[in-house]
């Protein structure tokens, strides 16, 4: 029997759509119709679980999937035997104190002999013990928001994206205990097969995420700008230079990091580049 890479995902929720859609970007794509516990990939040797995001380390640890996408924040907090293969750059949020928005808070002490409720006791138990700070941790399983202003706790350890939950909940910021993205997580104990089918994922996710970096740019550049304007692009090896219809004029080809792009494009006007063009990637293999 054909060998299977066994990958499980949060079945719905915040990191759903951005897990199968990262999957696709790699070629995978699911079966319509199939059951909302398991599915199989139609052209890659994988079925897919559908798990709640808590779970999965677990799975993962025990063998039952090979490989998951989860938050860094449950793998942590979770604290299975799994390795964690990679990130993956969506699901970001972090794991922060907050305490209601009145409240005088100057640093950690403030929390000294005070309640925090919390999903992530363990999460929290470090961050105290690593600050000294003696507090009492209330485990809750939800709506951690709103535990201040019912009087059930004097601070909250709670996810924050955006922070409009907090917001609309009359609490601030203080402390961030952790940076949280979706990551690849796998079992320690992978037969050589698996293995190899692991590794042709990461292959094909590294050309994805390498893409999502870069960005292709196309431009004309008169024939005696061309020196500077190639030291400006240096591209992937060197940028692609065609002569242009009219004399003294070339197009140039070549990809871009997004943390220079603006500094790039900049630089290219200001020595003559014109009909600058930029267009996504969308694998990049080096
Ligand atoms: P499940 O039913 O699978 O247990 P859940 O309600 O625990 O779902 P979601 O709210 O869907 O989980 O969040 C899944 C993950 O998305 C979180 O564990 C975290 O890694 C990430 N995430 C990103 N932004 C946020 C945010 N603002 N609040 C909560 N989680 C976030
Ligand atoms: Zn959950």
Redesign the pocket.
């Known amino acids: 029997m054909e060998t299977k890479l066994k990958i499980a995902v949060?079945?719905?929720?915040?990191?759903y759509d951005d897990s199968i859609k990262i999957l696709k970007e790699c070629g995978i794509e699911l079966q319509n119709g199939m059951n909302k516990l398991l599915n199989e990939a139609t052209n890659f040797p994988m079925q897919i679980l559908f798990?709640?995001?808590?779970d999965i380390p677990q799975y993962v640890e025990d063998g039952v999937a090979d490989i998951g996408i989860?938050?860094?924040?449950?793998i942590y907090e979770t604290n299975k035997n799994v390795s964690l293969i990679d990130r993956l750059g969506f699901?970001?949020?972090r794991l922060s104190i907050a305490v209601p928005r009145n409240e005088n808070y100057a640093d950690g002490s403030f929390l000294n002999k005070k309640r925090i409720a919390t999903t992530y006791p363990l999460l929290l138990q470090q961050f105290l013990d690593k600050n000294k700070i003696d507090a009492e941790i209330h485990e809750i399983s939800g709506s951690v928001e709103i535990t201040t202003g019912v009087g059930l706790a004097d601070a909250i350890c709670d996810?924050?994206?955006?922070g409009s939950?907090l917001f609309s909940n009359g609490l601030k910021e203080t402390e961030v205990i952790l940076n949280?993205e979706?990551a690849l997580i796998s079992n320690k104990n992978l037969s050589t097969e698996k293995q190899l089918l692991l590794k042709k994922l990461l292959f094909r996710l590294q050309a994805v995420k390498k893409a999502k970096k870069y960005k292709y740019i196309l431009l004309n550049a008169p024939d005696d700008k061309l020196d500077i304007i190639c030291s400006l692009i240096p591209g992937m090896k060197s940028p692609t230079i065609l002569p242009l219809g009219i004399s003294g004029w070339s197009s140039l080809h070549s990809v871009v990091h997004e943390d220079d792009f603006w500094n790039i494009i900049e630089g290219l006007k200001e020595n003559g580049a014109e009909g600058i063009l930029i267009a996504p990637i969308e694998k990049m293999i080096l």
């Not at 949060?10 to 990191?15: A, D, M, N, V, Y």
């Open positions: 949060q079945k719905s929720g915040r990191l798990l709640r995001d808590d989860v938050g860094e924040n449950i699901g970001k949020c996810l924050v994206s955006s939950t949280s979706a």
